[in-house]
C-alpha cells in the first residue's frame, strides 16, 4: 500500500534540546497508525512537525523531510498544510471556549476549498457521528463536558475535510466509556477514507485500532510493526500495557475490541 505520510530522518529541537533524532514514519493511505511512548517521548513533537506548528512551541526541525501524496511539506505555512488535506487536533481537546458549538464547527472551515455544498455536506457528517454537537449548537463550548469537547475538537477538524487526520492523546482525561466511544469514531471516520497517524496514551486502545505502530523512546524510534506484533512484544506489554505474560497482554487488547458498539450516542 502507498504512503500517505513520509517521514525520512526527521531530527526537531527545541533550542538546545533535542526533542526527535532520526525519525521515520510512514503513514500507508487507508490506514490507522499509532505512536506509542512515554511522556516527553517526542510524540507530540512529531505531530507539530508535520503540521507545521513546531514554531508555535518555539521549536524547529534541524534535518530530514516529511512528504504528504508525495509533496514535500518543507517551508509550508500552518494554513497552508490545512489546505493541503492534513489536520491536527491537539492534545487538551482545545476549543474556543466563548465560541458557541456551531461556531467552532464553522471555524474548521476556514482557509478550506471548497464552497457551501461541500461545507454543508461536512456538517451533516459531522452531526451523523456527533448528535449532541446539533442538539448543543446554540451553547458555548466552555460550558460543555470533557467527552462532548473532544467531539466538538474532532467535529471541527472533520469540518476542514482532511486526507490525514492526526489525532493527539483522544483519550486522555475521558472515563473508560467515552475513551472507547471515542475509538469506535476513529475508526468510522478512517472507514469513511480518511487516514489517521494516532498519538495514544491508552496503548490497548491505539494498538487496536491500528495496523501499524511505532514505539518513540527520548525521540528515537524504538519499535515498530504490525500493532499486534508489537501488542504481544515483552517491552511493550511491561512498559505500556501493565502485564508482564502474552496471556494477559492479548487478553488487555480483547478486552478493547470488546467494547460496546454504540453507533448513536450523545453525550
Not at 36 to 62: C, D, E, V
Request: with cysteine; proline share 4%.
Amino acid at each position: 500500500m502507498a504512503a500517505a505520510l513520509e517521514v525520512r530522518a526527521l531530527t526537531v529541537g527545541y533550542g538546545p534540546v533535542r526533542a526527535l533524532r532520526d525519525v521515520c514514519v510512514d503513514v500507508p493511505d487507508g490506514a490507522i497508525v499509532a505512536v506509542l511512548g512515554s511522556n516527553g517521548a517526542g510524540k507530540s513533537t512529531l505531530l507539530r512537525a508535520i503540521s507545521r506548528t513546531l514554531a508555535f512551541q518555539r521549536g524547529h526541525a534541524t534535518a530530514g523531510s516529511i512528504r504528504f501524496e508525495g509533496r514535500p511539506l518543507d517551508g509550508m505555512s500552518p494554513s497552508r498544510v490545512v489546505a493541503e488535506g492534513i489536520v491536527q487536533i491537539p492534545e487538551g481537546r482545545q476549543v474556543f471556549a466563548r465560541m458557541t458549538v456551531a461556531d467552532n464547527l464553522r471555524a474548521g472551515t476556514l482557509g478550506v476549498r471548497g464552497g457551501r455544498r461541500e461545507t454543508v455536506a461536512a456538517l451533516r457528517r459531522v452531526h451523523e457521528l456527533f448528535p449532541v454537537l446539533a442538539d448543543r449548537a446554540g451553547q458555548k463550548a466552555g460550558l460543555l463536558s470533557g467527552g462532548e469537547q473532544q467531539m466538538l475538537a474532532m467535529g471541527r477538524a472533520l469540518m476542514a475535510r482532511p486526507r490525514l487526520l492526526l489525532l493527539d492523546e483522544p483519550s486522555l482525561g475521558l472515563a473508560p466509556l467515552m475513551a472507547a466511544r471515542i475509538a469506535e469514531t476513529v475508526q468510522e471516520i478512517n472507514a469513511a477514507g480518511t487516514s489517521v497517524l494516532l498519538v495514544e496514551q491508552n496503548a490497548a486502545i491505539a494498538l487496536r485500532l491500528a495496523s501499524t505502530a511505532y514505539v518513540l523512546d527520548v525521540g528515537e524510534v524504538a519499535l515498530e510493526g504490525p500493532a499486534d506484533e508489537l501488542a504481544a512484544s515483552d517491552e511493550v506489554r511491561r512498559r505500556y500495557l501493565g502485564v508482564v505474560d502474552e496471556t494477559a497482554a492479548q487478553d488487555a487488547v480483547r478486552a478493547e475490541a470488546a467494547a460496546p458498539v454504540l453507533r448513536r450516542w450523545s453525550a
